[in-house]
């Protein structure tokens, strides 16, 4: 193995996040700047390492590779907009919690907890014991830091961030990263449940190719690949049915459609259940081939979804927690989150609020999942602030796999919206 390829193996065993440099590289591994450098440039057009503006080079995750959502002091600088002054090799931590320094130092020390952050003006003493605390630091209002402090949190390598926001903004900014945070790792992604490396053919592969990989595996639809490990077609048993054994697969393979790792549970099961797929290839960003996905799977996670979930502060949980049961009917007073700029409820909420009804009346009759085809909503009314509103459901057609559900709303006895509703059944 050259020194080159030995560099690349090293990059790749560092673990996600670490710092990457071309000194470090070339003194770890006892080569020239140059050949350091040349492994580096090559990592990041492998995907390997990324240059990052505020941390320099940072070993990333690969396109496929799992890496857990992390809120770093590194995005919270961003989410900041604040100069990194010192302790930049601590940028990849992950942070726990902050706290804002509004207190006299002995009552601020309780207070700490290693890999917090400490939201502080111009106060060189709650600085320094919140580095000692292993606290990342930041100040705002834009005022100079001692470079006292600098040297200390470069020492300890716990980040020092400034930013010219004042206290309250740094923290509302700050509370609504955390936020978004915890929906994103609540939201599951294709990536998380599907088959990595399952068994491929080549499109120049027979019909008794796939028999014989049928009788192997005992799975009875698999991706087609090209040469260059792209997918192009996907073969099941029906395609061959009545075909020679020596008919080559891109003769009777159906064309595929892919799904990216990157891509979200829900949006790629709807594509699924409209198209009646119950396989689908799962490539790369570069369409190279990574695995498989089935419906069944994807039907199961977003079950599990649903049952799990911890998160209740998204646009559609905030309406899910205004509605009120109330015998055959559901009532929503109207808040001010709701209403548009001329006072009224705004037509997304009517939009949200008439599909959680829709999943109610189904989760009552034991269909656990639906997705919405079509909504035609028809507006006879407006609604105010403070309005109670009675949302009358009602199934006019069902079958199999769809139904159709007419919702009317009412005020005070006047109809405000009729809408109909088209639904698959999953």
Same mark, same amino acid.
């Given at each position: 193995?050259?020194?080159?390829?030995? $560099?690349?193996?090293?990059?790749?065993?560092?673990?996600?996040?670490?710092?990457?440099?071309?000194?470090? $590289? /070339?003194?770890?591994?006892?080569?020239?700047?140059?050949?350091?450098?040349?492994?580096?440039? *090559?990592?990041?057009?492998?995907?390997?390492?990324?240059?990052?503006?505020?941390?320099?080079? =940072?070993?990333?995750?690969?396109?496929?590779?799992?890496?857990?959502?992390?809120?770093?002091?590194?995005?919270?600088?961003? #989410?900041?907009?604040?100069? =990194?002054?010192?302790?930049?090799?601590?940028?990849? #931590?992950?942070?726990?919690?902050?706290?804002?320094?509004?207190?006299?130092?002995?009552?601020?020390?309780?207070?700490?907890?290693?890999?917090?952050?400490? $939201?502080?003006?111009?106060?060189? *003493?709650?600085?320094?014991?919140?580095?000692?605390?292993?606290?990342?630091?930041?100040?705002?209002?834009?005022?100079?830091?001692?470079?006292?402090?600098?040297?200390?949190?470069?020492?300890?390598?716990?980040?020092?961030?400034?930013?010219?926001?004042?206290?309250?903004?740094?923290?509302?900014?700050? %509370?609504?990263?955390?936020?978004?945070?915890?929906? @994103?790792?609540?939201? &599951?992604?294709?990536?998380? =449940?599907?088959?990595?490396?399952?068994?491929?053919?080549?499109?120049?592969?027979?019909?008794? +190719?796939?028999?014989?990989?049928?009788?192997?595996?005992?799975?009875?639809?698999?991706?087609?690949?090209?040469?260059?490990?792209?997918? #192009?077609?996907?073969?099941?048993?029906?395609?061959?049915?009545?075909?020679?054994?020596?008919? !080559?697969?891109?003769?009777?393979?159906?064309?595929?459609?892919?799904?990216?790792? %990157?891509?979200?549970?829900?949006?790629?099961?709807? @594509?699924? $259940?409209?198209?009646?797929? +119950?396989?689908? !290839?799962?490539?790369?960003?570069?369409? %190279?081939?990574?695995?498989?996905?089935?419906?069944?799977?994807?039907?199961? %996670?977003?079950?599990?979804?649903?049952?799990?979930?911890?998160?209740?502060?998204?646009?559609? +949980?905030?309406?899910?927690?205004?509605?009120?049961?109330?015998?055959?009917?559901?009532?929503?007073?109207?808040? !001010?989150?709701?209403?548009?700029?001329?006072?009224? &409820?705004?037509?997304?909420?009517?939009?949200?609020?008439?599909?959680?009804?829709?999943?109610?009346?189904?989760?009552?009759?034991?269909?656990?999942?639906?997705?919405?085809?079509?909504?035609?909503?028809?507006?006879?009314? /407006?609604?105010?602030? +403070?309005?109670?509103?009675?949302?009358? !459901?009602? =199934?006019?057609?069902?079958?199999?796999?769809?139904?159709?559900?007419?919702?009317? &709303?009412?005020?005070?006895?006047?109809?405000?919206?009729?809408?109909?509703?088209?639904?698959?059944?999953?």
């Amino acid at each position: 193995m050259s020194k080159h390829e030995e $560099i690349l193996s090293y990059i790749e065993g560092l673990e996600i996040g670490k710092q990457v440099s071309v000194r470090g $590289i /070339a003194n770890r591994m006892k080569v020239a700047d140059g050949t350091a450098y040349r492994a580096i440039k *090559e990592a990041e057009t492998l995907g390997l390492v990324a240059v990052n503006d505020r941390s320099g080079t =940072v070993r990333v995750a690969v396109k496929g590779q799992k890496v857990a959502n992390r809120l770093t002091f590194g995005k919270l600088a961003e #989410v900041a907009n604040a100069d =990194v002054l010192g302790g930049l090799a601590g940028l990849e #931590v992950e942070f726990s919690k902050f706290v804002i320094s509004a207190m006299q130092r002995e009552s601020f020390k309780r207070y700490l907890s290693p890999n917090g952050l400490v $939201i502080v003006g111009d106060r060189k *003493e709650i600085q320094n014991l919140a580095l000692r605390e292993q606290n990342a630091v930041l100040v705002t209002g834009g005022f100079d830091v001692d470079q006292e402090v600098v040297d200390y949190a470069n020492q300890l390598g716990i980040p020092l961030l400034r930013t010219s926001y004042d206290t309250f903004t740094v923290a509302n900014r700050i %509370s609504h990263a955390l936020a978004n945070e915890l929906i @994103k790792k609540d939201v &599951i992604t294709v990536g998380d =449940v599907f088959h990595q490396k399952r068994a491929t053919l080549r499109e120049e592969d027979t019909v008794k +190719d796939f028999l014989d990989l049928v009788k192997k595996t005992n799975d009875s639809r698999f991706a087609v690949v090209n040469p260059y490990n792209v997918v #192009v077609g996907v073969i099941a048993m029906r395609d061959v049915t009545n075909k020679k054994n020596d008919t !080559p697969l891109n003769k009777v393979m159906t064309r595929a459609n892919v799904a990216r790792a %990157s891509m979200t549970v829900a949006s790629v099961s709807q @594509k699924m $259940i409209y198209e009646g797929y +119950d396989m689908m !290839p799962v490539v790369y960003e570069n369409y %190279s081939y990574a695995g498989i996905i089935t419906k069944s799977e994807l039907l199961q %996670s977003l079950q599990k979804a649903q049952e799990e979930s911890q998160v209740a502060h998204t646009f559609s +949980d905030n309406i899910a927690n205004c509605l009120v049961e109330k015998g055959s009917a559901y009532t929503l007073t109207v808040e !001010p989150f709701m209403i548009n700029s001329v006072g009224t &409820i705004a037509n997304g909420v009517f939009a949200e609020l008439i599909s959680q009804v829709v999943q109610r009346v189904f989760t009552k009759r034991r269909r656990r999942n639906i997705i919405i085809e079509s909504l035609n909503m028809h507006m006879m009314g /407006a609604a105010a602030i +403070d309005n109670v509103l009675e949302i009358y !459901p009602k =199934v006019i057609g069902e079958t199999r796999i769809g139904a159709m559900v007419d919702c009317e &709303i009412y005020h005070v006895n006047n109809i405000v919206a009729k809408v109909l509703v088209n639904v698959q059944l999953t």
